[in-house]
């Protein structure tokens, strides 16, 4: 697939004029705030693009009226493979017409997302395989071709791949893959001027893990410096929250590793402060990996690949409870625990100010119905007004 390196916002034909931010560039100092399109299902081209023309304008004509709206778009392998330079300048034309523009692409899970068990999949083809740097490649392009001038884009992938895939001895195809699409991304930069980042997202389970993981990897990788201009991380508050991180002190370690932030996936996780993990029973099903960490009094993290392993060992002595199971981020509390919306309160003023900042409740069709907060559309809105206001006046 080779497609074309013209700007997104500079497109043939008559330029519609109904909408003053159709024709204005995106705001590079106010932060970007969007949602990731990985909450609606569809795995073709034609079911993503029916998602986002259904969906979208409905969140931008609330939230965005005079100003053009970003997209943190998820494309599959299968849809990557089904976009060809007509099909690519479509997208690009409805984009400009309709006042969006495309600031990051979620190229984390390739497979089947939606409405089948996933579990363990979602990683797969990792870092090991030529299919995840071919993807990542046609990705790259794509983004290249939609950007708008002067911004830069990242797009988002595996952290490696899942923990017990990944041997000693698969490392060095590893950093050939990976520093294969560096390469590829730097190709980009200096043949059209727009810069793409590779964002690596840090997921319990993972070899990234914790903020210490992503700078072992940085370190481990030996870079050129051309590379690791191109190599970021997408930062899902989520899944470090479960880390029991603290936020200022990761943000401090990336910044003082000089790792940039491609992009933020504002996201809670579930938090029971309480030894019986049992009450969050509810919360197991079959489509995602849930991981859950406990923190013992003295510090200790206990951590399990998913939710019904957590309770079936039932640890009496862990006093805190974390569960990568995506909830609202407007939501402080369920029937049973809290959330940690307050990592995003302590983490969201103290962000650089240029990264796009992307609301990522992709379980939003397997919440309980209490939790769904309206229509999907009023979810969303709900969600970016709320990031909004707790960024403040940072």
Request: hydrophobic content about 35%; charged content about 25%.
């Amino acid at each position: 697939m080779t497609l074309s390196t013209e700007s997104s916002l500079k497109v043939e034909g008559k330029k519609p004029a109904d909408c003053a931010c159709r024709n204005r560039q995106p705001s590079a100092v106010r932060p970007a705030i969007t949602y990731c399109t990985n909450i609606h299902p569809g795995e073709s081209w034609p079911e993503i693009f029916s998602a986002v023309r259904r969906y979208a304008p409905v969140v931008r004509e609330r939230l965005s009226p005079d100003d053009p709206f970003p997209l943190g778009l998820r494309l599959s392998g299968r849809a990557v493979n089904e976009i060809g330079p007509a099909e690519a300048r479509e997208f690009r034309q409805w984009c400009y017409g309709e006042g969006f523009y495309v600031a990051s692409l979620n190229g984390f899970p390739y497979g089947t997302f939606h409405n089948a068990p996933v579990k363990q999949a979602v990683y797969l083809p990792d870092w090991r395989f030529s299919e995840r740097l071919d993807y990542t490649k046609k990705l790259a392009q794509l983004l290249n071709m939609w950007l708008p001038e002067g911004m830069t884009g990242s797009i988002s992938t595996v952290p490696v791949g899942f923990r017990p895939n990944i041997r000693p001895a698969d490392f060095s195809t590893v950093q050939n893959n990976i520093c294969s699409a560096l390469d590829f991304f730097d190709h980009l930069v200096q043949e059209s001027g727009r810069e793409i980042l590779l964002s690596m997202e840090p997921e319990p389970g993972c070899i990234l893990e914790t903020t210490g993981d992503v700078i072992d990897l940085f370190d481990r990788l030996d870079l050129t410096s051309a590379r690791r201009d191109r190599l970021a991380v997408c930062y899902d508050c989520c899944h470090q929250a479960l880390q029991f991180e603290n936020p200022k002190d990761s943000l401090n370690l990336l910044a003082d590793n000089e790792i940039r932030i491609g992009h933020v996936q504002v996201s809670s996780a579930l938090r029971l402060m309480d030894s019986r993990i049992g009450l969050l029973r509810r919360f197991q099903e079959p489509c995602y990996l849930h991981q859950t960490v406990g923190r013992r009094s003295d510090g200790e993290l206990l951590r399990y690949d998913d939710l019904d392993l957590a309770i079936a060992a039932a640890p009496a002595d862990v006093e805190e409870w974390r569960v990568h199971f995506h909830v609202p981020v407007f939501l402080d509390e369920t029937m049973e625990c809290s959330s940690t919306r307050f990592f995003l309160e302590e983490i969201l003023p103290l962000l650089p100010e240029h990264p796009v900042l992307e609301v990522e409740t992709y379980t939003w069709n397997i919440l309980p119905p209490e939790l769904q907060g309206g229509s999907v559309t009023d979810c969303l809105i709900r969600e970016i007004e709320w990031v909004s206001k707790a960024i403040g006046s940072r």
